[in-house]
Nanobody, 120 residues
Framework: VQLQASGGGLVQAGGSLTLSCVAS????????MGWFRQAPGKEREFVAT????????DYADSVKGRFTISRDNAKKTVYLQINSLKPEDTAAYYC??????????????WGQGTQVTVSS
């Protein structure tokens, strides 16, 4: 499975962005898809997950109410809508895929990351 993330950019605080992650290769409805982010000098952190075939969704507490994860199975794409951007949202955002049934800390495939920079 190959994952291609895109949609990052430079935005002002309060603005919005939509990140996309396109999956190719042996994609399957058994994959859980997730978004993570890593700010400079910090560890990578979980942002949100969604299952391909179901509607089970989970968010990090820090992004609830501002971030929305969704997917379009026909396009094999997962989205992350980010609203009310804050400078602390500045990070490289990565998408990942996990086979269903594996622990939540196990991710089998990663995209290359897309940079989000929020100016104050």
């Amino acid at each position: 499975v190959q994952l291609q993330a895109s949609g990052g950019g430079l935005v002002q605080a309060g603005g919005s962005l939509t990140l996309s992650c396109v999956a190719s290769g042996r994609t399957s409805s058994t994959y859980v898809m997730g978004w993570f982010r890593q700010a400079p000098g910090k560890e990578r952190e979980f942002v949100a997950t969604i299952t391909w075939s179901g509607n089970a969704i989970d968010y990090a507490d820090s992004v609830k109410g501002r971030f929305t994860i969704s997917r379009d199975n026909a396009k094999k794409t997962v989205y992350l809508q980010i609203n009310s951007l804050k400078p602390e949202d500045t990070a490289a955002y990565y998408c990942a895929a996990r086979l269903r049934g594996y622990p939540s800390n196990t991710w089998h495939y990663w995209g290359q990351g897309t940079q989000v920079t929020v100016s104050s």
